[in-house]
Structure formats: C-alpha cells, structure tokens
C-alpha cells in the first residue's frame, strides 16, 4: 500500500461498514444509485441552460452556462489531477490494496466536488437555488458513501474543493462581468 498523506481513520471504515449495510436494501440503493447519478452536471447545464434561456435570452443564458461549465471543468480537474494524484488515499473497495492509478484513489470525491461547485455557482446567480441545490449536492454526497465507492472525509473533502473553486470562479467572473451584466449575479 502507498504512504497515504490522509490516512483513513477507523471511524471512517465503520461508518462505510455501516453505510454499505443500507446499501443492501434494494430500495436505497436504487435511490442512492439514482442520485449519484445526478453528479453528472451536464444534466443541470442542460436543465439550466433551458431555464435561463427562456428567463432571459441566448447571450445571457451562455454566459451563465460557459461560467457553470468553467467551474465544473475545473474543480472535476484539480480534484482528480491535483488532489487524488496527490493523496493517493484508497477508496473502500481498495483500502489495503496497492493501487497505481485514480480509479482506485478517493481523496477528493468528484462526484462531491462536481456538484459542490455547480451548487455554488447557481447560488451565486441566485439565492433562492440554494432551496434545492444545496440537498440535491448532499444528497449526491450521501450517496457515494452509502454505495461504498468513498470515505466520509473524501465527500466532505469534495464538498470543501468544489465550493472554493465555485467562489473563485464566480469572483473572477464578478470582476470581468459585472461591468457589462450588472444583472448576472442577481
């Protein structure tokens, strides 16, 4: 096994021990199964490239997506190039196993950074997106621990990365935009 920078703690074995025991019910994990599923953003691209389209119009719908698709590439990147090439923390399934490649590592979640930054980005445009987007990214995040595929520390981890990058992002597009689309973050 590799040195681990972040070790995975005993607490964290338990609560995946007990996790994969609800993982066992049909019914949730058709549910959980479903709801990781949801990590894949390009449906919420998709979905809000439709709504704002119709909110607002063609340019003020691109720019909104090409910032959402920006964060998301992103944070989807330094997750798996920065943080998991780095840690190389083992997921469950491969906790004393020696692994060489992402697949098998855990630290960050993408599934939990992916919509991490695509929650705060859309609370960045609009306030009220946090009713839903914030439980849908808990959700997601819950999902990858029940279905055995990460650690707590990994989600929560993702949720950390995605939300700093959604900030930066929406900080440096605030200050090339607000200029000329006072409106866009509204």
Not at 32 to 61: D, E
Not at 135 to 164: C, E, M, N, T, W
Request: a positive charge.
């Amino acid at each position: 096994m590799t040195n681990m920078i972040i070790p995975v703690f005993q607490w964290e074995v338990d609560a995946s021990t007990l996790a994969l025991e609800y993982n066992k019910n049909i019914y949730i994990h058709d549910v959980m199964k479903f709801a990781s599923q949801l990590s894949f953003t390009w449906y919420f691209i998709a979905i809000a490239a439709i709504y704002f389209f119709f909110k607002r119009g063609f340019l003020w719908t691109a720019i909104r997506i090409s910032i959402l698709s920006l964060g998301v590439g992103v944070a989807d990147a330094v997750a798996r190039y920065g943080f998991k090439a780095t840690f190389k923390r083992p997921r469950p399934a491969f906790l004393n196993l020696e692994c060489l490649s992402s697949e098998c590592w855990g630290f960050v979640s993408n599934h939990a950074t992916n919509m991490a930054v695509a929650a705060t980005i859309l609370i960045a445009f609009n306030r009220k997106n946090a009713k839903w987007a914030i439980p849908l990214a808990a959700l997601v995040g819950l999902s990858r621990v029940i279905l055995g595929k990460h650690y707590p520390l990994d989600v929560i981890g993702g949720f950390v990365v995605g939300a700093v990058v959604g900030l930066s992002v929406v900080s440096v597009a605030k200050v090339y935009l607000s200029r000329h689309y006072p409106d866009l973050f509204s």
